[in-house]
């Protein structure tokens, strides 16, 4: 019986991490978006394992692991952060353009609404 491409739990073969194919990772192992689904984050901890597959696009993919038993819980959102978190938002609606809040993010490609786009003919 072979042995999956990515099975190297001592690391040897991938810089010293521990690495396993797609869905067997060892139990206490998770994510950051895994951890962030349950309240947590990695906290300061390395990099503990990394699960990788191979890509549609080529080559091969990696996700990085933490242990839970090292993770802590997700900062809660202060005052001061949300302000900042709003602010930062909103310059990214705002066209400089015209100045108008768009409800939308404005594409990087034009830097500019699509309305101000479509006028000078920029969107075309």
Excluded at 13 to 39: D, E, N, S, V
Excluded at 43 to 65: E, K, N
Excluded at 90 to 115: K, M, N, Q, S
Aim: glycine content about 10%; hydrophobic content about 35%.
């Amino acid at each position: 019986m072979s042995r999956p491409r990515h099975w190297d739990p001592a690391g040897e073969r991938h810089g010293g991490t521990p690495t396993y194919p797609w869905r067997m990772a060892p139990a206490g192992y998770f994510t950051r978006r895994q951890l962030r689904a349950k309240g947590l984050r990695p906290g300061g901890q390395d990099v503990a394992a990394q699960i990788m597959w191979r890509s549609r696009f080529g080559g091969t993919r990696p996700a990085y692991l933490y242990r839970l038993a090292l993770a802590k819980p997700v900062r809660q959102m202060t005052p001061a952060r949300a302000a900042a978190l709003a602010k930062a938002n909103r310059a990214r609606r705002t066209c400089p353009a015209c100045g108008r809040d768009t409800g939308y993010v404005l594409p990087a490609h034009l830097g500019i609404c699509l309305t101000c786009a479509d006028s000078t003919g920029l969107a075309a």
